[in-house]
């Protein structure tokens, strides 16, 4: 299969950050990032793979700062490394400030796409070649990351808790008392009749 550079698929997507999209604070919304980032690395995944792709996993996800209303977000992504039918792609999100000119890195991210053959099953991917050293160094720390993923976890030795020695009476922690069997209820007063009153 021929391998394909990493520029020919490299994307980028701008939006404004709207107000529907706003925070109780007025800042953009991490979920319309999140939003945002699938949306500029699934072009890069699909634009390198020539067919469908789905996203597989989102590595976690940094916000560095906060997106105010009215400023331009700015996504860009590349493939970094293509391993069998899945890829990892990069994602950098960067506000700027149209006023100032200022831009600034505000999240980044790593996604995982399988590509999909038209019945549905992962199919293989061409490899991305990688030319510039930032992108070589993409690549191996792309490989880096998914053996350390895929690491067989070391197992955890179970420790006996301590016991609980709060000096404090919190009424949840007290020792919960056997309670107390109803008392049986007082024989009600007998309705009122003609003659008692
Ligand atoms: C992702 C999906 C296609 C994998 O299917 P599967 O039957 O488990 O496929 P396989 O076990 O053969 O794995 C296929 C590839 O996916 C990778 N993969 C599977 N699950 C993964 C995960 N959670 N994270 C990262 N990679 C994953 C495998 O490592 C393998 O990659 P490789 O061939 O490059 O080594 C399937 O789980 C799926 O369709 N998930 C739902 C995707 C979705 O709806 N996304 C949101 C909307 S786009």
Request: with cysteine; hydrophobic share 35%; charged share 25%.
């Amino acid at each position: 299969m021929e391998g394909r550079p990493v520029r020919e698929s490299a994307s980028e997507l701008s939006e404004f950050a709207l107000p529907i999209y706003a925070n109780t604070l007025g800042n953009l919304l991490g979920g319309r990032i999140m939003h945002l980032v699938d949306l500029a690395a699934a072009t890069a995944a699909m634009r390198h793979a020539r067919c469908p792709v789905v996203t597989a996993s989102v590595d976690h996800m940094t916000f560095l700062h906060p997106i105010r209303i009215g400023q331009l977000v700015i996504v860009k992504a590349s493939v970094n490394r293509v391993f069998r039918t899945s890829m990892e792609v990069g994602a950098k999100v960067f506000v700027e400030d149209l006023e100032t000119g200022v831009v600034r890195h505000t999240n980044s991210s790593y996604l995982t796409f399988v590509a999909l053959s038209p019945d549905g099953k992962p199919r293989e991917i061409p490899p991305v070649i990688p030319e510039t050293e930032t992108e070589k160094r993409r690549w191996h720390e792309a490989g880096e990351r998914r053996r350390v993923e895929r690491r067989p976890a070391e197992p955890v030795p179970y420790v006996e808790p301590e016991p609980h020695r709060c000096s404090l009476r919190c009424p949840s922690l007290a020792p919960v008392r056997p309670s107390r069997p109803p008392r049986s209820a007082p024989p009600l007063d007998p309705p009122p009749t003609a003659g008692s009153l």
